[in-house]
């Protein structure tokens, strides 16, 4: 009988650095409240938003995904030729083909690289860190570049005061690559696909979502998904130094650390809430977080970070990540 030979990666991985991009267009509540019934106090209220920032016309999802990847290989000090795959979450690429993922590699500097687009909506950049962990630890990859990257005012109707004020733009990447010690735990996902209807775009791609059922599930179901997270990494909700949720809506965030500090986690846990001046940025909204939690300095190198994406399929993953 013929035997294939298989590969055998390295039995750990971690993140060697992160880097992120936002568009220079910084746009206010007040200025939202012009186009649509809606107030600054209404917002900062129910969803914690200050300001958020949009791509200009001709800046593409690819563009801002190039600028995050580079950031993050300066910041872990990796040459785009030692990366060898490069994974790009994002639900928002104008069309479905070409994928994002080539297109960016190309332009990072990436020659011939495994290249893909993921696309689990906002738990997209879990997912795909999950994903790149576990190619490394196969031996399939060497080092990969997991970049979420979302240009969300192109499926958002401007007008539409449910969806136009919490949606924003930008990118958020992690160079991942192999490890002597685990840096980041396995990943713990999952699906509810009988809740597909709650978040979808209609025929002419505006996003759609039942923002009541949404946010009733995210504050039930998600939490349990961050203890799963922490199970499988062997460790206890009093470890986390640093909780970073999907940037949905500042009172989802809340409610799940409420969770979590009432299973164990620390009062002095700090909790990542970068949606106030970057709105939701679907598969970008964790690792940007983490980047300008890391730049202000309140999060440092060895903290343990606990990361939960959710979001439409319903979709949701999350898993635990030691800071680079
Ligand atoms: C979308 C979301 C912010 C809406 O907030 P909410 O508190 O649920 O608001 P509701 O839809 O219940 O609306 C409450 C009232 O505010 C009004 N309203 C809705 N949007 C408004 C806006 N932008 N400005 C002012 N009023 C608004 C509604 O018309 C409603 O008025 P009524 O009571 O007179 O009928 C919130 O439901 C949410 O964050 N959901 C989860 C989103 C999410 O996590 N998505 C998945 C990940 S991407």
Excluded at 131 to 143: P, Q, T
Excluded at 207 to 213: A, N
Excluded at 282 to 292: E, Q, R, T, V
Aim: charged fraction near 20%; aromatic fraction near 6%.
């Amino acid at each position: 009988m013929t035997t294939l030979r298989l590969k055998q990666g390295p039995a750990a991985t971690r993140v060697l650095g992160v880097g992120s991009y936002q568009p220079e267009r910084r746009v206010t509540n007040d200025e939202l409240s012009k186009i649509m019934e809606t107030t600054d106090q209404w917002i900062r209220d129910r969803v914690g938003i200050i300001e958020r920032r949009f791509a200009e016309k001709d800046e593409l999802l690819v563009d801002m995904a190039v600028t995050a990847g580079h950031n993050a290989l300066a910041d872990a000090g990796v040459e785009a030729s030692e990366v060898d795959t490069v994974i790009v979450p994002n639900c928002t690429m104008p069309s479905p083909i070409p994928n994002a993922a080539a297109q960016v590699a190309d332009r990072i500097g990436v020659k011939a690289a495994g290249a893909f687009d993921l696309n689990a909506a906002c738990a997209g950049f879990c997912y795909g860190l999950g994903v790149a962990s576990d190619l490394i630890r196969s031996g399939s990859a060497g080092k990969v570049l997991v970049i979420g990257a979302e240009k969300l005012t192109d499926v958002v109707d401007p007008v539409d005061r449910a969806n136009a004020i919490i949606f924003a733009d930008g990118a958020g990447a992690a160079v991942v690559g192999p490890s002597d010690e685990p840096g980041i735990g396995p990943v713990a996902w999952g699906s509810a696909g009988d809740l597909v209807d709650t978040i979808y775009m209609r025929e002419h791609r505006f996003i759609y979502q039942e923002g009541q059922s949404v946010f009733r599930w995210a504050t039930t179901q998600i939490a349990p998904i961050a203890f799963r997270a922490l199970e499988l990494a062997g460790l206890e909700p009093s470890d986390v130094d640093v909780l970073i949720p999907h940037q949905a809506n500042l009172r989802i965030v809340e409610a799940i650390a409420k969770k979590l500090r009432a299973k164990g986690a620390r009062e002095d846990m700090l909790v990542a809430d970068d949606i106030r001046y970057s709105g939701n940025t679907s598969s970008a909204s964790i690792p940007m977080a983490l980047d300008h939690m890391r730049k202000a300095g309140t999060v440092k190198s060895g903290d343990v970070v606990l990361m939960v994406g959710f979001g439409a399929g319903l979709s949701y993953a999350g898993q635990v990540v030691i800071c680079p």
